[in-house]
Protein backbone atom coordinates (compact mmCIF):
# COMPACT_ATOMS: atom_id res chain seq x y z
CA UNK A 1 0.00 0.00 0.00
CA UNK A 2 1.19 3.90 -0.13
CA UNK A 3 3.00 4.79 2.65
CA UNK A 4 5.81 7.70 3.70
CA UNK A 5 8.76 7.20 5.40
CA UNK A 6 10.76 10.47 6.86
CA UNK A 7 13.63 11.27 8.49
CA UNK A 8 13.83 10.81 12.66
CA UNK A 9 13.82 14.01 14.92
CA UNK A 10 14.24 15.85 16.28
CA UNK A 11 16.71 18.30 14.51
CA UNK A 12 18.16 21.12 16.53
CA UNK A 13 20.01 23.84 14.08
CA UNK A 14 21.30 27.61 14.40
CA UNK A 15 19.61 30.53 12.74
CA UNK A 16 20.45 30.68 8.95
CA UNK A 17 21.42 27.31 9.01
CA UNK A 18 20.53 24.62 5.88
CA UNK A 19 17.69 22.80 6.35
CA UNK A 20 17.13 19.15 4.82
CA UNK A 21 14.71 16.68 5.69
CA UNK A 22 14.41 13.84 3.92
CA UNK A 23 11.21 12.36 2.90
CA UNK A 24 10.06 9.12 0.51
CA UNK A 25 7.08 7.46 -0.75
CA UNK A 26 6.07 3.69 -2.03
CA UNK A 27 2.91 4.10 -3.71
CA UNK A 28 0.90 3.06 -6.97
CA UNK A 29 0.09 5.28 -9.58
CA UNK A 30 0.92 9.03 -9.37
CA UNK A 31 0.16 10.64 -6.07
CA UNK A 32 0.60 14.47 -5.19
CA UNK A 33 3.03 15.24 -2.08
CA UNK A 34 2.92 17.60 0.34
CA UNK A 35 4.31 18.93 3.26
CA UNK A 36 2.46 20.31 6.28
CA UNK A 37 3.85 21.85 9.24
CA UNK A 38 2.79 22.36 13.09
CA UNK A 39 3.52 25.07 14.78
CA UNK A 40 3.48 24.99 18.75
CA UNK A 41 -0.25 25.08 19.72
CA UNK A 42 -1.96 25.14 16.19
CA UNK A 43 -3.61 23.13 13.51
CA UNK A 44 -1.65 21.43 10.64
CA UNK A 45 -0.82 23.64 8.09
CA UNK A 46 -0.24 23.11 4.18
CA UNK A 47 3.53 24.27 3.54
CA UNK A 48 4.34 22.85 -0.21
CA UNK A 49 2.72 20.38 -2.59
CA UNK A 50 3.44 19.10 -5.91
CA UNK A 51 0.94 17.20 -8.12
CA UNK A 52 3.51 15.88 -10.84
CA UNK A 53 6.76 14.56 -11.55
CA UNK A 54 9.52 17.03 -11.85
CA UNK A 55 7.23 19.81 -10.13
CA UNK A 56 8.69 22.10 -7.28
CA UNK A 57 6.96 23.20 -4.89
CA UNK A 58 7.98 25.86 -2.97
CA UNK A 59 7.09 28.65 0.06
CA UNK A 60 8.34 30.59 3.26
CA UNK A 61 11.37 29.77 1.76
CA UNK A 62 10.91 25.51 2.07
CA UNK A 63 11.24 24.10 -1.28
CA UNK A 64 10.36 20.55 -2.19
CA UNK A 65 11.09 18.38 -5.56
CA UNK A 66 8.78 15.64 -6.50
CA UNK A 67 11.53 12.80 -7.88
CA UNK A 68 10.12 10.15 -9.35
CA UNK A 69 13.35 7.83 -9.96
CA UNK A 70 14.26 8.24 -6.49
CA UNK A 71 10.49 8.58 -5.01
CA UNK A 72 12.14 11.24 -3.14
CA UNK A 73 10.07 14.41 -1.81
CA UNK A 74 13.08 15.91 0.45
CA UNK A 75 12.21 19.21 2.52
CA UNK A 76 14.83 22.16 1.93
CA UNK A 77 15.66 25.61 3.25
CA UNK A 78 18.49 27.76 2.72
CA UNK A 79 18.03 29.77 6.11
CA UNK A 80 16.33 28.69 8.44
CA UNK A 81 14.98 31.21 11.44
CA UNK A 82 13.52 30.30 14.50
CA UNK A 83 9.92 31.00 13.58
CA UNK A 84 10.34 28.06 11.50
CA UNK A 85 10.30 25.92 14.69
CA UNK A 86 7.55 23.30 14.00
CA UNK A 87 6.87 19.77 12.94
CA UNK A 88 6.67 18.72 9.37
CA UNK A 89 4.27 15.90 8.22
CA UNK A 90 5.53 14.55 4.51
CA UNK A 91 2.68 13.13 2.98
CA UNK A 92 1.13 11.83 -0.09
CA UNK A 93 -2.65 11.63 -1.58
CA UNK A 94 -4.44 8.39 -2.95
CA UNK A 95 -7.91 8.89 -4.28
CA UNK A 96 -9.25 10.17 -1.10
CA UNK A 97 -6.97 8.43 2.12
CA UNK A 98 -3.89 10.71 2.72
CA UNK A 99 -0.83 9.04 4.40
CA UNK A 100 1.10 10.70 6.46
CA UNK A 101 4.96 10.18 7.90
CA UNK A 102 5.80 10.27 11.27
CA UNK A 103 6.53 13.85 11.71
CA UNK A 104 10.09 15.48 12.05
CA UNK A 105 10.41 18.33 15.19
CA UNK A 106 12.78 20.87 14.36
CA UNK A 107 14.54 23.28 16.61
CA UNK A 108 16.09 26.40 15.41
CA UNK A 109 18.00 27.78 18.50
CA UNK A 110 19.03 31.84 18.26
CA UNK B 1 -16.73 30.43 10.01
CA UNK B 2 -13.27 30.87 8.41
CA UNK B 3 -11.64 27.62 9.34
CA UNK B 4 -12.56 24.28 10.33
CA UNK B 5 -13.78 24.02 13.84
CA UNK B 6 -13.59 21.09 16.03
CA UNK B 7 -15.18 20.45 19.63
CA UNK B 8 -14.54 19.89 22.52
CA UNK B 9 -10.90 20.85 22.11
CA UNK B 10 -10.02 18.44 25.08
CA UNK B 11 -12.19 15.52 26.19
CA UNK B 12 -11.32 13.02 29.14
CA UNK B 13 -13.96 10.23 29.23
CA UNK B 14 -13.55 7.23 31.54
CA UNK B 15 -12.85 3.55 30.10
CA UNK B 16 -16.04 2.42 28.87
CA UNK B 17 -17.75 6.06 28.61
CA UNK B 18 -19.24 6.65 24.78
CA UNK B 19 -17.94 9.48 23.65
CA UNK B 20 -18.93 12.36 20.22
CA UNK B 21 -16.72 14.69 18.79
CA UNK B 22 -17.83 17.29 16.34
CA UNK B 23 -16.48 18.90 13.38
CA UNK B 24 -17.72 21.68 11.53
CA UNK B 25 -15.72 22.05 8.08
CA UNK B 26 -15.46 25.04 5.78
CA UNK B 27 -18.50 26.21 4.46
CA UNK B 28 -19.45 24.60 1.12
CA UNK B 29 -16.47 22.32 1.43
CA UNK B 30 -17.58 18.83 0.02
CA UNK B 31 -14.69 16.24 1.49
CA UNK B 32 -14.69 15.95 5.05
CA UNK B 33 -11.37 13.98 6.37
CA UNK B 34 -11.25 12.02 9.50
CA UNK B 35 -7.88 11.08 11.37
CA UNK B 36 -6.19 10.13 14.15
CA UNK B 37 -3.06 11.11 15.67
CA UNK B 38 -1.19 9.31 18.38
CA UNK B 39 1.34 10.95 20.42
CA UNK B 40 4.45 11.40 18.37
CA UNK B 41 3.28 10.09 15.45
CA UNK B 42 1.63 11.45 11.70
CA UNK B 43 -1.92 11.19 11.71
CA UNK B 44 -3.65 8.25 10.26
CA UNK B 45 -6.64 8.26 7.94
CA UNK B 46 -9.77 6.81 9.15
CA UNK B 47 -12.51 8.00 7.37
CA UNK B 48 -13.89 10.29 4.64
CA UNK B 49 -16.74 11.96 3.27
CA UNK B 50 -18.05 13.14 0.37
CA UNK B 51 -20.99 15.29 1.14
CA UNK B 52 -23.22 13.35 3.07
CA UNK B 53 -21.78 9.71 1.69
CA UNK B 54 -19.37 7.90 3.64
CA UNK B 55 -17.09 6.54 0.80
CA UNK B 56 -13.86 5.08 2.35
CA UNK B 57 -14.56 4.13 6.39
CA UNK B 58 -11.11 1.68 5.92
CA UNK B 59 -9.36 3.37 8.58
CA UNK B 60 -11.54 3.03 11.41
CA UNK B 61 -9.87 0.66 13.95
CA UNK B 62 -13.14 -1.02 14.86
CA UNK B 63 -16.69 -1.54 15.37
CA UNK B 64 -16.90 1.15 18.03
CA UNK B 65 -15.98 3.81 15.95
CA UNK B 66 -18.73 5.40 13.83
CA UNK B 67 -19.02 8.45 11.86
CA UNK B 68 -21.99 10.71 10.04
CA UNK B 69 -22.34 13.50 7.80
CA UNK B 70 -26.21 13.53 7.60
CA UNK B 71 -26.34 16.84 5.74
CA UNK B 72 -23.35 17.07 4.14
CA UNK B 73 -21.70 19.49 6.40
CA UNK B 74 -21.13 19.06 10.03
CA UNK B 75 -19.47 15.68 10.65
CA UNK B 76 -19.90 13.63 14.03
CA UNK B 77 -17.33 11.02 14.98
CA UNK B 78 -18.44 8.61 17.60
CA UNK B 79 -16.57 5.71 20.02
CA UNK B 80 -18.17 3.69 21.76
CA UNK B 81 -17.25 2.11 24.45
CA UNK B 82 -13.75 3.66 25.11
CA UNK B 83 -10.81 1.97 25.73
CA UNK B 84 -7.33 3.23 26.74
CA UNK B 85 -5.96 3.28 23.03
CA UNK B 86 -8.40 5.37 22.16
CA UNK B 87 -6.24 7.92 23.59
CA UNK B 88 -5.41 10.34 20.57
CA UNK B 89 -5.86 13.29 19.09
CA UNK B 90 -8.29 13.39 16.35
CA UNK B 91 -8.54 15.59 13.43
CA UNK B 92 -10.67 16.71 10.82
CA UNK B 93 -9.92 18.06 7.86
CA UNK B 94 -12.25 19.48 4.80
CA UNK B 95 -11.33 20.39 1.47
CA UNK B 96 -13.16 21.37 -1.38
CA UNK B 97 -11.95 18.58 -4.16
CA UNK B 98 -13.37 15.92 -4.33
CA UNK B 99 -10.40 13.66 -3.69
CA UNK B 100 -7.69 13.99 -1.70
CA UNK B 101 -4.91 15.85 -4.16
CA UNK B 102 -5.67 19.12 -3.33
CA UNK B 103 -5.28 21.49 -0.27
CA UNK B 104 -7.41 19.89 2.75
CA UNK B 105 -7.82 22.40 5.39
CA UNK B 106 -7.03 20.79 9.15
CA UNK B 107 -9.25 21.95 12.83
CA UNK B 108 -7.07 21.78 15.53
CA UNK B 109 -8.36 18.54 16.99
CA UNK B 110 -9.44 16.87 19.77
CA UNK B 111 -7.63 15.13 22.41
CA UNK B 112 -9.10 12.73 23.47
CA UNK B 113 -7.80 11.02 26.98
CA UNK B 114 -9.30 7.47 28.30
CA UNK B 115 -8.65 7.19 31.89
Known amino acids: GNSVTQMEGPVTLSEEAFLTINCTYT??????LFWYVQYPGEGLQLLLK?????DKGSNKGFEATYRKETTSFHLEKGSVQVSDSAVYFC?????????FGAGTRLTVKP | GAGVSQSPRYKVAKRGQDVALRCDPI?????LFWYQQALGQGPEFLTY????????KSGLPSDRFFAERPEGSVSTLKIQRTQQEDSAVYLC?????????????FGQGTRLTVV
Open chain 2, 49 to 56: FQNEAQLD
Open chain 1, 27 to 32: ATGYPS
Open chain 1, 50 to 54: ATKAD
Open chain 2, 27 to 31: SGHVS
Open chain 1, 91 to 99: ALSSPVQMR
Open chain 2, 93 to 105: ASSSARTATTEAF
